[in-house]
């Protein structure tokens, strides 16, 4: 399932936005979803992940805090919060789909998306200084 990230934007450091993602076609709300982010010249990294229950969340110590994955099951959109931005977070996030469905083996993996490299346009996000 190829899913596609929206909501990016031009924002000012300290500053708030909200990215959403959804498949189109299908629906991946059997799946753990995962946000990643990659910044020009830096690999990509991941950022946030919510469970298909949407009872975990998991993040990395570079956004914990200040970041939020949730998700809407009944419009089947998984939403990533962010907050007091800052400039080192600009980059083209993405969302992705776990290797398992449902909640088997938390934390999630994504191998899958990561050999096929199908990740989809991305949106970008910009912080400004």
């Known amino acids: 399932v190829q899913l596609q990230a929206s909501g990016g934007g031009l924002v000012q450091a300290g500053g708030s936005l909200r990215l959403s993602c959804a498949a189109s076609g299908r629906t991946f709300s059997r799946y753990p979803i995962g946000w990643f982010r990659q910044a020009p010249g830096k690999q990509r990294e991941f950022v946030g992940a919510?469970?298909?229950?949407?009872?975990?969340?998991l993040y990395p110590d570079s956004v914990k805090g200040r970041f939020t994955v949730s998700r809407d099951s009944a419009k089947d959109t998984v939403y990533l919060q962010m907050s007091r931005l800052k400039p080192e977070d600009t980059a083209r996030y993405y969302c992705?789909?776990?290797?398992?469905?449902?909640?088997?083996?938390?934390?999630?993996?994504?191998?899958?998306?990561?050999?096929?490299?199908?990740w989809g346009q991305g949106t970008l996000v910009t912080v400004s200084s």
């Open positions: 992705a789909v776990a290797d398992v469905a449902y909640d088997v083996g938390w934390p999630p993996t994504f191998d899958g998306i990561k050999r096929s490299d199908a």
């Open positions: 919510i469970s298909w229950s949407g009872s975990e969340t």
